[in-house]
């Protein structure tokens, strides 16, 4: 059974750090790209980054830049959001998703998410 789960959300101080993991199941990772989006309280859902089959990134925030890094552990098959140095804003439910549909989608420029996880709450607040 295909399945995305996402882990590590919780309440952190501006300027400290967390790890998020998306954990898939039913699927290979390192066969997609698999994106991190965000939705905020009373916003719309925003693509944060994306991570492709070759590891490279894509920052669809710029606000996170220097800060949220994406990375991928194919023997787990696994996907974490490394985020450092938070700020309120970045207060939101993130959610992990890939392109399950018919073939692969390796890169991230290849890529329509259509297969989602529940999100995991971030909350930034001193």
């Known amino acids: 059974q295909r399945q995305l789960v996402e882990s590590g959300g919780g309440l952190v101080q501006p300027g400290g750090s967390l790890r998020l993991s998306c954990q898939a199941s039913?699927?290979?990772?390192?066969?997609?790209?698999i994106g991190w989006f965000r939705q905020a309280p009373g916003k719309e859902r925003e693509g944060v980054v994306c991570?492709?089959?070759?590891?490279?990134?894509?920052y669809y925030v710029d606000s996170v830049k220097g800060r949220f890094t994406v990375s991928r552990d194919d023997d787990q098959n696994r996907v974490y959001l490394q985020i450092d140095n938070v700020k309120p804003e970045d207060t939101a439910v993130y959610y992990c998703?890939?392109?399950?549909?018919?073939?692969?989608?390796?890169?991230?420029?290849?890529?329509?998410?259509?297969?989602w996880g529940q999100g995991t709450q971030v909350t930034v607040s001193s």
């Open positions: 998703a890939a392109d399950l549909t018919t073939g692969d989608h390796y890169y991230c420029s290849d890529y329509t998410p259509n297969f």
């Open positions: 039913g699927f290979t990772v390192d066969y997609y790209a």
């Open positions: 991570i492709s089959f070759g590891n490279e990134t894509t």
